[in-house]
């Protein structure tokens, strides 16, 4: 089994930041990319920035520049740093994580995290 819990969300004015935390955990092999997604209420999933297991970044152009994803591959957890936060960045933010779950299977799997509301206030 393997768990993803996010944590760091909460409620800021715009143009403050939080720093959200996602740990990966369980039967974990080897870890390729990591990544954040957001889910606006009455709106679709959509991506907000990846890491992969070398450190290429990727970033939607919604947070270019305010938004910075980071890992530690020590202890499984990816990070993401938002600053200038606006009110447009509302959202529910999920991790998520293609993991390989053990030296012989030869496939990975991604896995999800539950969430973690973030609200910025006008």
């Known amino acids: 089994q393997v768990q993803l819990v996010e944590s760091g969300g909460g409620l800021v004015q715009a143009g403050g930041s939080l720093r959200l935390s996602c740990a990966a955990s369980?039967?974990?092999?080897?870890?390729?990319?990591m990544a954040w997604y957001r889910q606006a209420p009455g709106k679709q999933r959509e991506f907000v920035a990846s890491i992969t297991s070398g450190g290429i970044t990727g970033y939607a152009d919604s947070v270019k520049g305010r938004f910075t994803i980071s890992r530690d591959y020590a202890k499984n957890t990816v990070y993401l740093q938002m600053n200038s936060l606006r009110p447009e960045d509302t959202a529910v933010y999920y991790c998520?994580?293609?993991?390989?779950?053990?030296?012989?299977?030869?496939?990975?799997?991604?896995?999800w995290g539950q969430g973690t509301q973030v609200t910025v206030s006008s």
């Open positions: 369980g039967s974990i092999f080897s870890i390729n990319a």
């Open positions: 998520n994580a293609d993991i390989r779950p053990s030296a012989v299977a030869t496939v990975q799997f991604r896995y």
